[in-house]
């Protein structure tokens, strides 16, 4: 069997994706990887029509692992996001096709089930505290049972949007860490209070923080007892995050940022984060993922991957057959897709009582309409840019 061509999908239904199909001399042999990386889509495409197409053509699909160290190692500059997400494309679609070849799902391949579904937390963000509380309640009538807890913090003074309007390309939201210090442990006080111990609460603090003020915060929200607290720093400075030990026992999720497993090592094995937050579609795909979970299984620590809606439909069915399979799975991220997404992708992934799950298709068990695609063509678009009080630029 061999690799017969490789065509780059960028479509927009809704929003921007990049998707990868990898398609065999076998009649009817393809698969369907995911591509995406917000903001940078057209990057990614062209390493991968340009750079990474060319060199598959006449492999063998079925090498999965000898492809993986091919891309990553015979390329000579390593790593980093562009390159990362476009490996996992790859790296996805050559499961899918080995799933389909074997007429078996990808979990099953990955070792079968370790249980019967993957937990998932959604998203309940809100304006204020109230709007908060209202979502979670609405969310639990659903049957789910985890909540990423999100409120707009506003008790500052800021420029206007028309002062920034003519600095930023996108539309710029103000951010100041003093409020959001002050506030937060009211927030979550308030939502213990108004629903009990029993909702399982994170908060993403998407890596705003410095590490002292990553230190007190962590601290003011033990007694809330949240199943982690995310991103409350950026990766890269270890001894920021053995700080935040020194301070608090709060459970710390992370890992967004990273592209490759060393990076993951030393947070491991000196016990500094307790969920690994690495995004499947950034990352290298299910090869790489599933050596990171290995790893921090070793170390006791859980798997929550990255679900955010920046990624495919691909991506989201890849973390649950992953999920499936782990024996140290903790939570899933789950998020909703424009609408239209649904004419473009169509998915086995299915949600009951909180739970997700795939169906028993082979490979990853997602289809790419091309044609539907096709109507919907790529949007130029950006994050949005985080700016302090007096406009200065601040992490997203």
Request: aromatic share 8%.
């Amino acid at each position: 069997m061999k690799i017969t061509r490789i065509q780059v999908v960028v479509t927009c239904p809704g929003r921007n994706y990049v998707v990868v199909k990898v398609e065999t001399d076998q009649a009817g042999l393809y698969g369907w990887g995911d591509a995406t990386l917000n903001g940078r889509e057209l990057a990614v495409a062209s390493a991968l029509t340009e750079h990474i197409a060319p060199l598959l053509i006449n492999r063998d699909p079925d090498r999965i692992e000898d492809i993986w160290q091919y891309l990553y190692k015979g390329a000579y500059w390593r790593g980093g996001p562009v390159l990362m997400t476009a490996l996992a494309g790859i790296d996805l679609a050559l499961w899918d096709i080995k799933g389909k070849r074997a007429g078996l799902p990808v979990y099953s391949l990955l070792g079968g089930r370790t249980r019967e579904g993957a937990m998932a937390y959604v998203h309940c963000d809100g304006a204020d505290r109230h709007e908060v509380e209202d979502n979670i309640r609405a969310a639990q009538a659903k049957g789910f049972k985890a909540f990423r807890a999100q409120v707009g913090i506003k008790r500052w003074e800021h420029f206007s949007s028309s002062d920034l309007a003519d600095w930023d390309a996108t539309s710029p939201e103000r951010w100041e860490p003093y409020a959001y210090l002050q506030e937060l442990p009211d927030i979550f006080e308030h939502l213990r209070v108004a629903l009990g111990s029993e909702p399982l609460l994170v908060h993403d603090v998407h890596h705003r923080l410095n590490p002292i003020q990553a230190a007190r915060l962590a601290k003011s929200l033990e007694a809330y007892e949240l199943v982690f607290l995310e991103d409350p720093i950026h990766p890269e400075h270890v001894e920021s995050l053995r700080l935040l030990r020194q301070h608090s026992t709060i459970p710390v999720g992370l890992g967004e940022l990273l592209t490759n497993r060393w990076q993951f090592l030393p947070l491991l094995s000196e016990q500094l984060i307790d969920f690994v937050r690495c995004d499947i579609a950034h990352i290298g795909g299910i090869t790489e993922t599933r050596k990171i979970a290995i790893l921090a299984e070793t170390y006791n620590a859980q798997v929550a991957l990255h679900g955010a809606p920046d990624t495919a439909p691909i991506a989201h069915a890849a973390n649950i057959h992953l999920d499936l399979a782990i024996p140290n799975f903790g939570a899933q991220e789950m998020c909703s897709f424009p609408e239209e997404a649904a004419d473009v992708f169509h998915t086995g992934i299915s949600v009951k009582d909180g739970y997700l799950n795939v169906t028993d298709a082979p490979g990853l068990g997602v289809e790419v309409d091309e044609t539907a695609a096709a109507r919907f063509p790529y949007q130029a678009g950006y994050l949005p840019t985080m700016r302090r009080a007096d406009a200065s630029v601040h992490d997203w």
